[in-house]
Nanobody, 115 residues
Framework: QVQMVESGGGLVQAGGSLRLSCAAPGRTISAFAMAWFRQTPGKEREFVAA????????NYADSVKGRFTVSRDNAKNTVYLQMNSLKPEDTAAYYC????????WGQGTLVTVSS
């Protein structure tokens, strides 16, 4: 079973940017559509963004469209989430997984956006 490893979170002011990275040590993920999710206390994990295996297809939750960009570098076996124009409501723990959620959830990386 593969556990995802997310990194890049931190504390930023509203309007700032962060770039998150997602890795899956020991597993090639190039064949999988991948996705980012986020979770805050008291809520289920929610979908944020997804990217197809080749990187040619992406889709986003309405709440992040125009601000977030998901990308991948299959040579590095890594998926990214570029987050711009961050808002306080983006504060959450961010997780990555296959779009199907077939992998083991990692610890996530915490993004805190202050106002």
């Amino acid at each position: 079973q593969v556990q995802m490893v997310e990194s890049g979170g931190g504390l930023v002011q509203a309007g700032g940017s962060l770039r998150l990275s997602c890795a899956a040590p020991g597993r090639t993920i190039s064949a999988f559509a991948m996705a980012w999710f986020r979770q805050t206390p008291g809520k289920e994990r929610e979908f944020v963004a997804a990217i197809g295996p080749s990187g040619n297809s992406t889709n986003y939750a309405d709440s992040v469209k125009g601000r977030f960009t998901v990308s991948r570098d299959n040579a590095k076996n890594t998926v990214y989430l570029q987050m711009n124009s961050l808002k306080p409501e983006d504060t959450a723990a961010y997780y990555c997984n296959a779009h199907s959620r077939r992998f083991q959830w990692g610890q996530g990386t915490l993004v805190t956006v202050s106002s």
